[in-house]
């Protein structure tokens, strides 16, 4: 059966994230059933480069599927695009995928961004787009402490109880936190990451940027390796899914 | 009766627009009634810098508003906020309105953004907060067209027909026309505009983006004054209202 790469933007608000699930739509079940016209009547199957929990959002989230049916990038794109309507899910590119291309394994790099709105007023615009935090955030601050956790180390203290990784040793490539007006943005990049690993790192950087912890905090913990001591998981709502990186280029359409 | 000055954004998605009308909820009332409990049990009256149509979203409206009682800015803001939830207005700042300063009639300058979409794919990140344009959309066409509609001129080419301003006469000091990945995006400045005037220009410049029309066409419309023959209205969803201008500044909380 032919393989697809599919790059994908969704607001996860309505979804109970990627994976489907019995407990409400999913992203992968309006996608696997979009493309049901395609593959003779039954919803396709996929896999992406990265699960995303309920509330996250992609920008540029890359999916395989497979389909019956040989067709046209531009037309498999098109398809998906009309029979996934009116769900906030929109196919920016596809391409045919190499010989044993897989979105999830060949993939070498993944990047998110977190926003946080830093301010006392609720999010009007933004509302379901940001973490609100009310209290002044010190961003360069959580720049220094993030900086202690670049590189290769077990990263235990920021998985999640339920993360199913065999191990928790991951490379962090790039954690860096800027203010841009009245928001707080990390931006984040790894070869891969554990289950809940951004949204810890983003909620003990908080703490710090706070005041309520000192810069080396964040270091401490990584350290001490107990994920019952780190910040708060960050709200699913402020973080987004930007990239998957591969070493070939896909001939996206 | 103390007046202030809150400076507000909105998401223009749910409301008939900023003013109060029979046909639904507008923003003025969202605000009005939020000032209630403030102002002896009855709505508060407030006047925009402008007014914005239904759909026209605000990153920072100035709205007066006058209540009976004399607060701290800083407790007309929480209080604000707090009753106007849960819809998607926020009251950002509020500053004590000096004597005989109008929102609307002291406001010597207004800008306002429009956000074009310009890909295959339609939104699903920002749906509702640009006008989606499919076809390929030339940037630098549309930006040198923009310029020529730049300084003093009767705009009755680019008026509502609805438009209720005594004289067509306006001073349009930005109108910038640049690409930022899949976004074409205007950005425009003026003392004032007439009703509907930046999105007929959006409506009219995207023609030239699109190559249906030349560069001169715009400027064109602007000399025959013909308000029949100009572009299509762009949609209000791709319009926000993100600042007013005074000359004395506010002291905002």
Redesign the interface.
Known sequence: MPRYALLV???GTPFVGWQRQSSGLSVQQVLEEAAASLNGGVPAPTMASGRTDAGV?A?GQVVQISITLDLAPERL??AL?FHS?PH?????RAARAPDGWSARFSCVGRGYRYRILN???????D?G?VWHVQAALDAEAMHRAAQALLGRHDFSAFRAAACQAKDALRTLDRLDVTRQGDEVVVQTEARSFLHHQVRNMVGTLAQVGLGRRPVEWPQQLLEGRDRTLAGQNAPAEGL?FLFARYREPLDWR
Chains 1, 2 share one sequence.
Do not use: F, G, M
């Open positions: 933007e969704y607001d959002h920008a794109r098109e695009n309507r906030p899910v929109s196919i920016l301010r006392r007023a609720r999010p009007a615009l509302a787009r987004t």
